[in-house]
């Protein structure tokens, strides 16, 4: 008897991206403009019907790309008009040679986050200091009392985007995301992975306190060294 390969089940739909493209769709359609207001969240929630979480999931996604904003107590408007053409840009990897996706995916964020680094420490305001602090002391309360830490993590690197005051970074992040997150959750299921470089996020931030360049852009490299040794260990 000749074995068959199996079937599998297809997997889940991602509301949120088929929000972020309804969205886009109707924009596009309705021919909408900077500064008109979109629908309001009741309303989406209504037409589109999901639930209000899965909305703001999208529209977070358009802030990111800079072409939305909330206002608060008078709704969602567009900065600038897009379409399904423009909303994503895909990133191919594969999947199947995970050591290599982390590797390619690794030699990225090298590039782009140390400068990040650079950037915000010659950038930042009392205000980013104080945005990044609150998100390293969560991201250093969650990794002592679970010895990891994920979405804290990427919330610290987010603020140090933010205080770039250069809108690009986070889009690229934002672009990035999807493909980097579905490599990075846990690789080779080890909780432990970049463990080491735990202590750096500190040392990058007292970089950024103090103005200092090239020393945020070493701080960063370190933490980036300590994952990709990691992930040729992990993967023998």
């Known amino acids: ?76 408007y567009l900065l600038k008009p897009v379409s399904t053409a423009t909303i994503h840009m895909p990133l191919s990897l594969d999947p199947t040679h995970l050591r290599d996706a982390l590797l390619q995916t690794l030699e990225v964020r090298r590039g782009i986050e140390a400068e990040a680094g650079m950037v915000a420490a010659r950038k930042r305001t009392a205000e980013d200091i104080a945005n990044i602090e609150a998100k390293l002391n969560e991201m250093e309360r969650v990794h002592i009392a679970k010895g990891s830490s994920g979405p804290e993590d990427l919330a610290f690197h987010l603020a140090i985007y933010e205080a770039t005051h250069n809108p690009l970074f986070g889009q690229l992040l934002e672009q ?61």
């Open 1 to 76: 008897m000749i074995d068959r390969p199996q079937i599998l089940p297809l997997p889940p739909v991602d509301r949120a991206r088929q929000v972020t493209e309804a969205l886009a769709t109707y924009i596009d359609q309705a021919s909408l403009k900077a500064g008109d207001r979109l629908p309001a969240e009741r309303e989406l929630m209504a037409a589109l019907a999901v639930g209000r979480s899965t909305i703001r999931e999208a529209i977070r996604h358009f802030q990111a790309l800079g072409v939305m904003e909330t206002r608060k107590g008078s709704g969602t």
């Open 176 to 236: 990035m995301r999807e493909a980097f997150e579905s490599f990075w959750h846990e690789p080779f299921n080890r909780s432990d992975f970049a463990r080491r470089s735990f202590p750096f996020h500190r040392t990058l931030f007292n970089a950024i306190v103090a103005q200092d360049a090239e020393a945020a852009r070493r701080e960063t490299l370190k933490i980036l060294d300590v994952v990709e040794e990691d992930i040729k260990e992990m993967s023998k």
